[in-house]
């Protein structure tokens, strides 16, 4: 382990805006990067967004990317992603809220009203853009 924390995770729209080349998404993971901070890939997010990405040679750069690592959903999680699935209405918006509960950390979302309903209100979201 590098000691390193998770200190973003990118949600499926993130995700998708770094395979169509976002100048916002690249810029947030190197600011995050260079702050020596590990950002996290929820992978139902991940496999939402394999199907709405055209770039996937860009999609495998950014899974092995050192800076990156692929947060995978734990027996644990069923009850809050159920939880913050009955809040948000959608599961993979579901697993970066909890992922970002888990880790203390940021969302980076290119909808980010989608977690206005989480209990801070939203107020750990970056808007992209």
């Known amino acids: 382990?590098?000691?390193?924390?998770?200190?973003?995770?990118?949600?499926?729209?993130?995700?998708?805006?770094?395979?169509?080349?976002s100048i916002d998404v690249g810029e947030t993971i190197a600011e995050a990067r260079d702050n020596g901070a590990l950002i996290g890939l929820p992978v139902v997010c991940l496999v939402k967004s394999g199907r709405a990405?055209?770039?996937?040679?860009?999609?495998?750069?950014?899974?092995?990317?050192?800076?990156?690592?692929?947060?995978?959903?734990?027996?644990?999680?069923?009850q809050p992603m159920?939880?913050?699935?009955?809040?948000?209405?959608?599961?993979?918006?579901a697993s970066a809220a909890v992922s970002a509960f888990e880790f203390g950390a940021y969302i980076l979302s290119g909808v980010p009203d989608v977690y206005r309903h989480l209990d801070d209100g939203g107020d750990s979201v970056i808007p992209i853009g």
């Open 53 to 78: 990405v055209r770039d996937h040679d860009r999609l495998h750069y950014l899974v092995s990317d050192p800076a990156t690592r692929v947060l995978k959903c734990r027996r644990a999680h069923w």
């Open 82 to 93: 159920t939880e913050a699935y009955d809040q948000i209405g959608r599961v993979d918006a």
């Open 1 to 21: 382990m590098t000691g390193r924390a998770i200190s973003l995770i990118l949600d499926t729209s993130a995700i998708v805006a770094f395979t169509n080349e």
